[in-house]
């Protein structure tokens, strides 16, 4: 597009940014030439009317005037800019993605919002593409959804090698979301175990030094899987274990990503209260998450050997179901009674983690769905994050701020190990019957089969699946959480040489920000 005016740009929406100042909403320049002022005037006239504010979220239509070529004008709102100037990176993100989303059923969009620096310029760039979505499997006729397909960022900033990379990333790391969003979103009666190892291997099928394994239910029940075997055992779509590797040259080190998922979780034995069951679909979402990491790693081609185990189960309450009061005993010695069936996850997440130990991975990470209580605790939109030492639940953390997920870092205290007693014969019980304190327990329970290996858990309970209004580029249901905050740890893990403790140093350059300025400025197609 090169260096037109934004008056001369054709699109079907031309986005600008709002900023939210105390003197009312300010319309944001993108460095290409100055506000319309009859525009900025207009906007100061109407905003009281039609409540334009400048906050995040806050997305405005309008005709646009005479003279631009554009059908119609944007307004996303930046929120308030940093006290150092620009803003930050995330508050780009999610302008670009709520504008985006605003635009279901229009064809092409341009951006002109704010790209002072590199970082700034691939936030932009990934807040749309990650705002271009929807989950069109089961709509039809005018149910149907159609995101914009022709997106434009257009900027001052040069473009050069390094900025095709950057978009190269977010275009991958956009995809790599949305196709987890797709499975989140699927429903178990086309998703269960067997049809996820199948997508799983397809999905890696070609990728550079990835190979897939699966084992069945009758080869879990050979090799003592009793986690994902016991758990999956009253079903009739019967559980999977699948193990990807990307191995590529040179790899600085192993990073085990282990994945939850139980594809539908009517509780088991332990049934759950009907009320928002059908929602159960979701609880498969750090499986996909794991699953696209990997994929991603490989398209990006991360200097990382990156095991994933995708740990598959349905958890229904059939003739063969696992009984509360049932004790199992792991490959790795330790014994466990089934206190409550409906505390699954962390069973078939045990048996990952025991893979991923074996392995010899440098550390492990798992991501899951594991408890109400991490909603109780941190809400909707923010995740858990434990682990041990601390500095890998601060690596992990640190990772996710970079990207600009919310990951909150919590306590696991000595004395909740305690609470994990069975009260009968068993090493462990998996629940401990008291709700207090119940993200940490299960938190610690895992721990228990990590056998010592740097390890963070991830519990994403409830960030997995948006159940309220979209927001920013985060649409209704399935969200994709957990993809980005893992493929920038694991380009972090590569850049610090195979260590974890750059959140202690904080020296490390985010892997967005890799643009140079070494030619005539000129717009970027994203």
């Given at each position: ?34 506000v ?35 059908k ?29 989303r ?15 620096d ?40 040069q ?39 199948t ?20 080869q ?62 979701m ?71 025991i ?35 601390d ?16 990951f ?65 580029y ?21 850049a ?31």
């Amino acid at each position: 597009m090169g260096n037109k005016k934004l008056s001369a740009i054709k699109a079907d929406a031309l986005v600008l940014g709002c900023e939210q100042t105390d003197k009312g909403p300010e319309i944001v320049s993108d460095g290409i030439e100055p506000v319309d002022a009859k525009l900025a005037a207009q906007v100061k006239d109407l905003a009281g009317q039609l409540g334009i504010s400048g906050a995040l979220d806050d997305v405005h239509k309008f005709p646009a005037p005479d003279g631009y070529q554009a059908k119609m004008v944007v307004l996303t709102g930046l929120g308030k800019p940093r006290v150092t100037g620009g803003y930050e990176p995330e508050s780009l993100r999610r302008a670009a993605g709520a504008a985006i989303r605003e635009l279901n059923g229009s064809k092409s969009a341009a951006l002109a919002l704010p790209t002072d620096d590199d970082e700034a310029l691939s936030a932009v760039a990934e807040g749309a593409l990650l705002g271009a979505y929807a989950f069109n499997d089961y709509r039809s006729g005018d149910a149907v959804k159609t995101p914009v397909s022709d997106i434009t960022i257009v900027t001052p900033r040069q473009r050069s090698l390094r900025a095709k990379a950057a978009f190269n990333r977010a275009d991958i790391l956009a995809n790599a979301v949305a196709r987890t969003r797709d499975m989140t979103d699927a429903p178990a009666n086309a998703l269960y175990p067997a049809s996820f190892a199948t997508q799983a291997v397809a999905a890696v099928k070609g990728l550079p030094h990835v190979k897939a394994t699966v084992l069945d239910e009758k080869q879990l029940k050979a090799g003592g899987y009793v986690g994902i075997y016991g758990v999956g055992q009253g079903a009739t779509n019967q559980p999977r274990l699948v193990t990807l590797e990307y191995k590529p040259p040179k790899a600085v080190g192993t990073v085990a990503l282990v994945g939850k998922g139980i594809t539908f979780d009517s509780g088991g034995i332990s049934i759950k209260p009907g009320a928002g069951m059908n929602m159960m679909i979701m609880d498969m979402a750090g499986a996909a998450a794991v699953l696209e990491t990997v994929v991603a790693a490989a398209q990006l081609g991360i200097p990382v050997r990156v095991l994933g185990y995708l740990c598959l189960a349905e958890n229904m309450p059939g003739s063969n179901a696992q009984r509360p009061g049932d004790i199992v005993r792991y490959r790795n010695g330790k014994t466990v009674e089934v206190v409550n069936t409906d505390a699954e996850g962390r069973l078939v997440m045990a048996d990952g983690i025991i893979d991923a130990v074996n392995a010899k991975a440098d550390v492990i990470i798992d991501i899951a769905t594991l408890t109400g209580a991490q909603i109780l605790s941190l809400g909707h939109r923010t995740s858990g994050v434990m682990g041990a030492p601390d500095a890998m639940r601060d690596a992990v953390a640190y990772s996710a701020k970079q990207c600009g997920e919310l990951f909150w870092p919590m306590p696991l205290p000595e004395d909740v190990a305690s609470e994990l007693k069975s009260a009968a014969s068993a090493d462990l019980a998996n629940v401990n019957g008291d709700k207090a304190g119940g993200m940490l327990f299960a938190a610690a329970f895992l721990r228990e089969f990590t056998a010592g290996v740097p390890w963070a858990h991830l519990d994403i309970a409830g960030p997995a699946y948006n159940t309220k209004s979209a927001w920013g580029y985060t649409a209704k249901g399935g969200t994709g959480v957990g993809v980005r905050t893992l493929v920038t740890f694991l380009e972090n893990f590569a850049a610090d040489g195979g260590n974890y403790a750059w959140a202690t140093r904080q020296t490390l350059t985010p892997p967005s920000a890799v643009i140079d300025d070494d030619e005539e400025s000129e717009a970027i197609a994203a």
